[in-house]
Nanobody, 126 residues
Framework: QVQLVESGGGLVQAGDSLRLSCAAS????????MGWFRQAPGKERDFVAA????????YYADSVKGRFTISRDNAKNMMSLQMNTLKPEDTAVYYC???????????????????WGQGTQVTVSS
């Protein structure tokens, strides 16, 4: 069973960039489709971005399209989220998630993911 640990969160100003990482262990990383979700205080956990097992298929929420880039390195068991032009509304706890998936599949629903990290806080000040 895969374990996931996020890192890279912090406090930044609007317009800045931040790169989140998700380190995976305990499983065959290339077997898992991966995703990023975020949860702001008092709100639901929302989809941010997803990537397929091979890293050649990605999908983004409209709110982050063009600003965020998801990527993975199967040799290093790592996934990343490059976040540019950050906005105050991007403030949330960011979670990485994993699920055994079809090679080309990307998944945007919480219920599709069986494994979750503990989250990393991202705060964007105006």
């Amino acid at each position: 069973q895969v374990q996931l640990v996020e890192s890279g969160g912090g406090l930044v100003q609007a317009g800045d960039s931040l790169r989140l990482s998700c380190a995976a262990s305990g499983g065959t990383f290339s077997s898992y489709a991966m995703g990023w979700f975020r949860q702001a205080p008092g709100k639901e956990r929302d989809f941010v971005a997803a990537i397929n097992r091979g890293g050649d298929n990605t999908y983004y929420a409209d709110s982050v399209k063009g600003r965020f880039t998801i990527s993975r390195d199967n040799a290093k068991n790592m996934m990343s989220l490059q976040m540019n032009t950050l906005k105050p509304e991007d403030t949330a706890v960011y979670y990485c998630a994993a699920q055994i998936g079809l090679f080309s599949g990307v998944y945007s629903q919480k219920y599709e993911y069986a494994h979750w990290g503990q989250g990393t806080q991202v705060t964007v000040s105006s």
